[in-house]
């Protein structure tokens, strides 16, 4: 069965860093776009950072640009989030995704992870 396991949330003061792991497992890790998504209460899920399968190219939300870095190991099947000078409007339960759309077909795999939480307080 595929499995994402995030790991790293927790509390933290505004100013602060954290760095989010997934941990991917029983898919071929290196052929997914990896991307992480944030919730608050409330709001609808929101893409925060995404990185393609060789970790060739990045993309951020702007809310989220200088602060924070998406980074993947294809040789340990994790993907990282580094998250700096925290805000307590990062407060969320953040989720992993992988995707891979298979190239000349329709067929598309999406899987995700069942989130960790972030709260950004003093």
């Known amino acids: 069965q595929v499995q994402l396991v995030e790991s790293g949330g927790g509390l933290v003061q505004p100013g602060g860093s954290l760095r989010l792991s997934c941990a991917a497992s029983?898919?071929?890790?290196?052929?997914?776009?990896m991307k992480w998504y944030r919730q608050a209460p409330g709001k609808e899920r929101e893409l925060v950072a995404g990185?393609?399968?060789?970790?060739?190219?990045?993309n951020y939300a702007d809310s989220v640009k200088g602060r924070f870095t998406i980074s993947r190991d294809n040789t340990k099947n994790t993907v990282y989030l580094q998250m700096n000078s925290l805000k307590p409007e990062d407060t969320a339960v953040y989720y992993c995704?992988?995707?891979?759309?298979?190239?000349?077909?329709?067929?598309?795999?999406?899987?995700w992870g069942q989130g960790t939480q972030v709260t950004v307080s003093s």
């Open positions: 029983r898919f071929p890790f290196s052929r997914y776009a």
């Open positions: 995704n992988a995707r891979w759309e298979i190239p000349g077909t329709f067929t598309t795999y999406d899987y």
């Open positions: 990185i393609t399968s060789n970790g060739g190219s990045t």
